[in-house]
């Protein structure tokens, strides 16, 4: 099971999937000022958490990225043009 936890502050929610040990670098995907916003903690090309801004219904696709555990190629990751659905998942 991958960690969980969301806050809504004023007109904001921030949704965080994962709880690293350990990660080298974080990659973002859309401009941090606008909706939609969301940042990846990876350790090497493994995404191991990551982060939304008030973008609901993401957090689903988000647990079962880092739940995959898999190396992922960083360009699709950071590209908002790349739907979430489409990068890797963790096997049903």
Excluded: K
Excluded at 34 to 42: D, E, I, Q, V, Y
Excluded at 45 to 61: C, I, K, Q, R, S
């Amino acid at each position: 099971m991958v960690p969980y936890f969301f806050s809504t502050q004023y007109d904001s929610t921030l949704e965080y999937v994962g709880h690293p040990l350990h990660w080298d670098r974080v990659i973002t995907r859309g401009d941090p000022d606008a909706p939609g916003f969301t940042a990846f903690w990876l350790d090497g090309e493994t995404p191991v958490a990551a982060m939304t801004l008030d973008n609901w219904g993401a957090a689903e696709h988000l647990r079962a990225l880092v739940a995959a555990a898999r190396p992922t190629d960083t360009g699709r990751l950071g590209d908002p043009g790349v739907p979430l659905p489409a990068l890797p998942r963790a096997a049903a």
